[in-house]
């Protein structure tokens, strides 16, 4: 397992449209692996293939709920959305959003379909915070951060935040 490089805001790859995954061999599965070496040393609470540069729908979730020292996460490959219902509000930040949380509004519950590392289907029906996690981890790999889901002034704040660290360190 190997810690990878998190591509930050506004790196293009995070923009990106992802592939399905068709293939469940041992790279897919070293990459999850990866990818929660790469989580758990941040330390995050989900991360999504695009975060680490790779195009791809594919994201882990920690399951720990906040035990430490150990490492219980979950793999989820070619995750959608099925069902959504309600609305929540909670804070939010982002490994690829340094320096930033804010409350963002979302679903309340949801359904998600996935595959897991050995292909076989699932789903899964969730609530509350761990229905934000998988919605803000389902949206990187369509490309979108949660930033986007912020007031056009806060987005312009943080944009021009970033602009700044990019001038002071060129
Ligand atoms: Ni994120």
Same mark, same amino acid.
């Given at each position: ?37 790469? #989580? ?10 695009? $975060?680490?540069? %790779?195009?791809?729908? /594919?994201? @882990?979730? !920690? ?12 793999? #989820? ?10 609305? $929540?509000?909670? %804070?939010?930040?982002? /490994?690829? @959003?340094? !320096? ?71």
């Amino acid at each position: 397992m190997s810690i990878r490089k998190i591509f930050e805001y506004p790196a293009p790859v995070l923009r990106q449209q992802t592939r399905p995954v068709t293939v469940f061999d041992d790279d897919l599965k070293k990459l999850a692996e990866d990818m929660a070496e790469t #989580m758990y040393d941040a330390p995050g609470i989900g991360l999504a293939a695009p $975060q680490i540069g %790779e195009s791809l729908k /594919l994201i @882990v979730v !920690d399951m720990t709920k906040g035990k430490e020292g150990k490492r219980d996460y979950m793999v #989820m490959v070619n995750p959608e959305i099925t069902r959504k219902e309600g609305h $929540q509000l909670d %804070e939010e930040g982002c /490994l690829s @959003v340094p !320096d930033l949380t804010s409350k963002v509004r979302r679903f309340k519950r949801i359904a998600v379909s996935f595959q897991d590392l050995a292909g076989n289907s699932h789903e899964l029906e969730t609530e509350d915070r761990f229905a934000v996690v998988l919605q803000h981890e389902i949206d990187h790999i369509n490309g979108i951060l949660f930033i986007d889901h912020l007031s056009p002034l806060k987005r312009a704040l943080y944009k021009k935040k970033v602009k700044k660290w990019h001038a002071e360190a060129a």
